[in-house]
């Protein structure tokens, strides 16, 4: 029997704010707040990333859209979403009841589309951070800029300027040197990073010869990445001195854990919501009954207790 | 809140090639599916996502809720030889359901395959209506096609309704020569099923839905289609399952499957 006094404390707080536990929803996961909230605690999560949105609205690619891998899957999605004016009138006044942090995931085609949505979204209340999406495989362009380092530092910067939001740079796995998006992400004003996004990936038909998804090439998410995102934390937390934000097949309380030993400070789920739709309060239920098997009060002492 | 059920296997049934009758244990499923409603079922712990079925029956009484499906891949065939007894991690019942027909309007239920399998819940509560609600509504006309006759599966869970299908085979092997949609269209000539006189329920493969849905339109004749899709979460998360839609004003957009359907207006879908 676990007492109510016993229970460890999930809180963090990163970039100034304060989460109840490290484990959010990412974005492009989680619907727009109201289909999990219908299936899932939400006080239990730290925070809520939306899906990307950006400044006019997207229909989105043709389906299909998904395609169950070996131990994930591929999405183009497309960025499909309402727009900005759409999302601020329709979404954020149900998103700012919910009884988490509510982040803003925002993606645009050139630098001065994010400077415009950072500034828009800094007149509206309720929104405790933006998540700056530099990394989406599924547009042309979105991995391109994102995994060069002189571009991310500029986009950083402008977003910077146009917002007193705290901002969360969000990276791609598709480069070779990830550390180098970290710190020119760091030197112009990030407040933390979330690493990873998908990793660009393809699946064939071989009775019918034709690509699976309609756009040919998506994103792999789920399990199969696990390994790569740790890296990727690992190898950001090296670079440079923000919290650092871990995403990348979290299925589990233990999973969260690795993250967290590695350096994150918070976590994100992602695929796993597809499967479990209350995955994000079931792994943070695990994450405290881990603690507790480690004899540890606070998620904080997990973090960046890696011994190399 | 909804939460995910913990379904019991209570036993399988091989109906066809390749094709199994499966029944659970389920006290809400079974008490709320509507026809046109699907679960989502974990088939195993080694698959990542579940796999929709739609509702085939159910029994509210003994509390269970009953599935047809076909093996395609690693998911059904992991379901199919699932031990009697599993508890199987099923999320349910999805999605929105078919819309009566208006009073005194035929509903003809044109199935393809196993797209029989929601429309057989359907002809169970037009059934039941018949017999509960006053000014009788009209008894529902089945019309299912299959490829060959070894595939017309489960004819006696029609049976037992009082529903007698017409069927149409791909080889001629049982009943009509050529597709539902064409013994349909066949009826549609001999019968009085113009504007205001019928409402038809299409399920089936895609291809199917679509001639289904030309021919409606074509005759004014209304006509509601379930569609199907790859579903990863299916309650509505990921956009993985959507289809192109025209709105109000005409233009087109996506619409998700499994939240906004499966059952759509046909007229309302771009094929
Ligand atoms: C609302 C709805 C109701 C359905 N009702 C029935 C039914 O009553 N009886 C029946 O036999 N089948 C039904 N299907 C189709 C059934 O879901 C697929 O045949 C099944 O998911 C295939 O899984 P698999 O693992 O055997 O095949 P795989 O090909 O190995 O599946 C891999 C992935 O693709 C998805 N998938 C593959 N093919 C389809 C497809 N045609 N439609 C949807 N998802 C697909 C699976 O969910 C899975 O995520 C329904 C589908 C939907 C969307
Ligand atoms: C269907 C789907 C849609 C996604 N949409 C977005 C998006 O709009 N913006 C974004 O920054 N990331 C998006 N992602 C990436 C996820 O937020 C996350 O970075 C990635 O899936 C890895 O985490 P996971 O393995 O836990 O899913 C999407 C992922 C999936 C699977
Ligand atoms: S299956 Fe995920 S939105 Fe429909």
Redesign the interface.
């Known amino acids: 029997m676990t007492t109510r006094a016993s229970r460890p404390d999930l809180s963090v707080t990163l970039a100034g704010v304060h989460f109840a536990t490290p484990i959010w929803t990412a974005s ?4 727009t707040g109201e ?2 909230a ?4 939400t006080g239990k999560l730290g925070g809520m990333v939306t ?1 990307s949105v950006s400044l006019e609205p997207r ?2 690619h ?7 891998t070996a ?3 591929l ?1 183009a ?1 497309g960025l ?1 979403n309402k727009g900005i004016e759409a999302f601020i009138a329709e979404e954020l006044p149900r998103l700012r009841q919910m009884p988490t942090r509510v982040i803003v995931n925002v993606v645009g085609w050139a630098i001065d589309e994010y400077a415009a949505l950072a500034h828009r979204l800094t007149r509206e209340e309720g929104i405790d951070a933006l998540e700056v999406n530099l990394s989406c495989p599924n547009v042309s362009r979105g991995i391109d800029n994102g995994a060069d380092p002189g571009w991310v530092g500029e986009c950083t910067a402008a977003v910077r300027a146009a917002t007193t939001t705290p901002i969360i740079i969000k990276l791609t796995p598709n480069t070779h040197d990830i550390a180098s998006l970290a710190r020119a992400a760091a030197d112009h004003g990030a407040d933390a990073i979330s690493a990873i996004n998908t990793l660009v990936g393809m699946a064939v038909n071989h009775n019918t010869f034709k690509p699976r998804l309609a756009n040919i090439t998506g994103g792999l998410s ?2 199969a990445i696990k390994p790569v995102a740790l890296a990727a934390v690992y190898k950001i937390k090296k670079a440079v001195d923000i919290p650092v934000i871990g995403i990348g097949g979290i299925m589990s309380g233990t999973d969260a854990a690795e993250f967290l030993i590695v350096g994150a400070s918070a976590v994100q789920v992602g ?1 796993a ?6 995955a994000t309060t079931r792994i943070a239920d695990e994450l405290g009954a881990y603690l507790q098997s480690k004899g540890m009060t606070r998620v904080t002492d997990l973090i960046g207790r890696l011994e190399v | ?4 059920r913990r379904a019991t296997l209570v036993w399988t049934r091989r109906v066809g090639p390749n094709v199994y009758h499966q029944r659970f244990s389920d006290s809400l499923i079974a008490r709320r599916a509507k026809a046109g409603q699907f679960v989502h079922l ?1 088939p195993g712990s080694d698959h ?3 796999r929709a079925l739609s509702v085939y029956a159910t029994d509210p009484r003994a509390e269970t809720f009953d599935v047809l499906h076909q093996v395609l891949g690693a998911g059904t065939r992991c379901l199919a030889h699932q031990p009697i007894g599993t508890v199987i ?1 099923t ?1 349910g019942p999805l999605g929105n359901s078919f819309t009566p027909p208006a009073r005194g309007t035929t509903p003809v239920l044109v199935g393809g395959g196993l797209g029989m399998a929601p429309l057989r819940l359907w002809a169970a509560e037009l059934m039941a209506a018949r017999s509960t609600r006053r000014g009788k509504p009209v008894a529902p006309i089945m019309i299912l096609g299959v490829r060959t006759r070894e595939l017309a599966v489960a004819p006696y869970q029609l049976r037992t309704l009082h529903v007698h299908p017409h069927w149409a085979t791909d080889d001629g092997s049982l009943g009509f020569h050529g597709t539902a949609v064409d013994l349909f269209a066949d009826m549609l000539r001999r019968n009085d099923w113009g504007p205001g006189h019928a409402m038809v329920y299409g399920c089936g493969p895609e291809p199917m839905m679509k001639a289904l849905a030309e021919l409606c339109i074509a005759q004014q004749v209304p006509c509601e289609v379930s569609l199907e ?2 579903m ?2 299916g ?10 839609s025209r709105g109000a004003s005409g233009y ?3 619409r998700r499957v499994c ?1 906004d359907g499966p059952v759509f207006d046909a007229a309302a879908i771009v094929f």
């Open positions: 492009g996961t989680a619907g289909e999990i219908a299936w899932c605690d899906k229909p989105g043709p389906y299909p859209r998904t395609v169950e131990s994930g899957m999405n999605i499909q789920g399990p695929t919501n597809f499967r479990h739709p209350d | 809140m909804n939460r995910p974990l990542l996502f579940r991690d999320l899709r790859s990863p979460c309650y509505g998360v990921c956009m993985g399952c959507v289809v192109t087109e957009t996506y939240r």
